[in-house]
């Protein structure tokens, strides 16, 4: 009996799995679980709200048309920036009717405005028709404004050259927390540019829009042009009511009026919040230069339509307490002997971190600037960062505490390279262990002893960014001559002169024939790169003599092709470049194969040799990948990288490809192919010269997140 009560148990134990195994099925699909997860995450207003702030016009007009709810929910969120820089995008908003409609509607719930001067003068005629301004009137809805007996008149439109397409009336705006304006400009005969409508005073305008936002943080102006010292003054009226606003640019384009009158006038008169000030002359244009108490000049006067909108002139009262949110402070002079005018700003600013000192090269400013780095170093002792590399920051890196600087940059094309110079080697004698950041850009010339004292001194740098135009770089024997010591480099953007003539070596077809000299020179700047465990993003450009290889501006090469054979035996036996070489040497020659047609165009063909290919020890030759294997927080490899030029098509394969993706896991863009060449702006047609190797064709498709083409810009 017992094996019987054994199989009993067996069987009612199998009966209970079968059923406990039943209870935990999944229960069946009812038609709400089917609903997809999109369409429950855009039901929640507040998370469509947040995925639409990251979304372009394009896609939130999209998403807006897919429901009611959507509808309401983007709608605000699409109109809460407005940008009329476009003029063509412009243009179409203004000449559509049922544009105008749906702007009438939505017209309050602009935060953010760009805008011209064209578009500006539409908006604010529109906003003065609104019947705000008059309770008895109806809203016009064309362009004709239609009036009864019994109704007051409305205000008449403006005198102006341009007829306002706008065929409805907006409200005040009101809800402005960034305006951005720059003047309208169209290309003149002769090549230059000048104001497509320098007859429209647009200073009284944009102080309108001042008046109606005072919750602006943000405002910045390009070439707007001060026509009379009244305009200039109700402007600096209005900015005191500004108690949000935070960033100041201003460009303005002075006439009748002495620059360094209004900037001291405005310095004075900037709101407790502001944290960022830069206020720059784009053009001083001769006149009669007048004080901001002088008499209207005839015709230059307060706009008709705004007076009684913006008020009369006031006199402007003085702030007596300092800007302690002043972080970054820029301000530039049409004359050297107002900048003695910044000792007594900063003495205002005691938070100031950025400061950009003014570049004059003159003997009575070696006085002011001396006055002004004392002025600087006692008053802002927040001070971590410089702007400018001229001979006032020479003098504040002398007067500040050792190791208290963090970062010097350089935008400007009229810093002189001596300055420059002299600048950048007083940073590594005191501040080479808490400099962290060098960006030189728009500079003419950076000279390799500047350079020099960055690599070898400055420990803690990590960002060394040095460009400009034209091609600014850096000769190679420079780069080697001692180790560097800013092994925590994670940016480095610079460009390597080679100057060699550089001769294919048709026999081997496999490397471009080197010099011995330029080898042991190319190994100990691979082996400094290669030292680099911390770097991020690296930008290698190459600038070369020889026009066979690369134009100056390293995007177009340009061939000579009936090269004859002796001038290529001179070339081959040419030693090493002298220092007086000048880019300018040896175009007699281009330009006569020009005129004979000899010439032909096609993509850069410039490469640093070997340092992309791991070689072959069957051929004998030298490879110099491996070398970077501890690049391996390595992000975005870009300049002279591209894997299609004449030494790159033979020398970097699949092997190549492979070990990048082992060695460099985190890298986002490689610019393997070069850019898509624009005719006058508009692609052209893909040529046989175009077709992509298979090798690289295989690596995008192993990563197609990683960016493989050079940017055309």
């Known amino acids: 009996m017992e094996p019987t009560s054994k ?51 394009k896609d939130q007009l999209h998403l807006s048309m897919t429901n009611r709810l ?31 409609q749906v702007l009438g509607k939505n017209f309050y719930r602009i935060q953010e405005l760009k805008i011209q001067t064209s578009t500006l003068v539409y908006l604010i005629n529109s906003m003065i028709r609104h019947p705000e301004d008059q309770p008895m009137a109806t809203t016009t809805t064309s362009a004709t404004v239609t009036t009864s007996s019994s109704e007051p008149a409305p205000i008449p439109l403006p005198e102006s050259p341009l007829p306002n397409p706008l065929t409805v009336t907006l409200p005040r705006m ?4 960034s305006l951005e304006f720059k003047t309208e400009q169209i290309p003149d ?102 004080s901001l108490g002088s008499p209207p000049l005839p015709g230059g006067g307060q706009d008709t339509e705004l007076a009684g909108l913006i008020g009369t002139r006031r006199a402007l009262g003085k702030r007596y307490k300092p800007l302690e949110r002043l972080r970054r402070l820029q301000i530039e002079f049409g004359r050297w002997e107002d900048t003695q005018l910044l000792c007594l700003f900063v003495q205002d600013c005691p938070g100031l971190e950025t400061f950009s000192p003014p570049l004059w090269n003159h003997d009575g400013y070696r006085s002011i600037s001396a006055d002004l780095a004392q002025a600087v170093v006692q008053h802002c002792p927040r001070l971590r960062g410089l702007n400018s590399c001229g001979q006032a920051s020479s003098n504040i890196v002398d007067a500040l505490p050792q190791q208290s600087l963090e970062f010097i940059a350089n ?21 080479y262990a808490s400099l962290r950041e060098v960006r030189i850009e728009e500079c003419s010339h950076v000279r390799g002893s500047a350079v020099q004292a960055i690599l070898w001194t400055c420990v803690g740098l990590e960002t060394l960014v040095i460009k400009g135009r034209p091609c600014v770089a850096t000769r190679l024997k420079h780069l080697v001559e001692k180790d560097w010591v800013c092994t925590r480099l994670k940016t ?21 024939a080197v010099y011995d000299a330029t080898w042991t020179m190319l190994r100990r700047f691979y082996c400094q790169l290669g030292a680099l465990t911390e770097i991020e993003v690296l930008n290698l450009g190459i600038k070369s003599k020889e026009m066979q290889w690369l134009d100056e501006n390293g995007q177009e090469r340009v061939a000579i092709v009936d090269k004859p054979k002796s001038k290529r035996r001179q070339a081959r036996n040419q030693g090493e470049e002298d220092d007086s070489w000048s880019a300018d040497d040896d175009t007699s020659e281009y330009n006569t194969a020009r005129a004979k047609g000899s010439v032909v165009a096609s993509n850069a063909d410039a490469t640093f ?7 072959d020890e069957s051929t004998g030759r030298a490879g110099y990948l491996n070398w970077l294997a501890g690049l391996t927080k390595l992000r975005e490899l870009r300049g002279h990288v591209q894997a299609t030029t004449s030494e790159t098509l033979r020398t970097v394969g699949q092997r190549e490809l ?29 040529l046989p010269g175009d077709k992509i190797p298979s090798h690289i064709v295989w690596f995008q498709q192993q990563r197609p997140d990683i960016h493989i083409r050079k940017d055309s810009s």
């Open 7 to 57: 199989r009993v148990r067996h069987g009612q134990a199998t009966t209970a799995a079968t059923k406990t195994s039943a209870s935990l099925k999944e229960p069946p699909l009812t038609p709400d679980m089917t609903t997809l997860a999109a369409q429950t995450l855009f039901s929640i207003p507040e998370l469509a709200e947040i995925i639409g702030r990251f979304l372009n016009k």
């Open 70 to 100: 959507l509808h309401r929910t983007l709608t605000p969120l699409f109109w809460s920036s407005l940008d009329l820089f476009n003029k063509p995008q412009a243009e179409r908003l203004l000449r559509s009717p049922a544009a105008h």
């Open 658 to 686: 492979e070990w990048m993706l082992r060695h460099w896991p985190k890298l986002e863009v490689e610019e393997l192919l070069p850019a898509v060449k624009t005719i006058q702006s508009k692609p052209r047609r893909p």
């Open 609 to 615: 040799p070997g340092l992309l290919s791991l070689g």
């Open 189 to 290: 005969g002769d090549d230059s540019i000048k104001d497509a409508y320098p007859e429209i005073s647009v200073m009284p305008r944009l102080t309108w829009l001042l008046h109606l936002n005072s919750s602006l943080t943000q405002i910045r102006v390009s070439g707007c042009r001060v026509r009379s010292p009244y305009d200039a003054h109700l402007f600096i009226q209005a900015l005191p009511s500004l108690t949000s606003l935070r960033d100041l640019d201003l460009n303005f384009r002075m006439s009748a009026v002495r620059w360094e009158v209004v900037i001291e006038l405005l310095f004075f008169c900037l709101p407790l919040s502001v944290e960022n000030v830069s206020l720059c002359p784009s053009k001083l244009e001769d006149g009669i230069p007048l």
């Open 174 to 177: 009101t809800r402005l927390t």
């Open 411 to 431: 935008r400007s094309r009229h810093s002189e390279p001596k300055e420059m110079a002299l600048c950048l080697q007083a940073i590594s004698r005191s501040q």
């Open 492 to 512: 480095l953007e610079i460009t390597v002169d080679l100057r060699q003539v550089r001769v294919p070596a048709v026999g081997l077809a496999t490397m471009p």
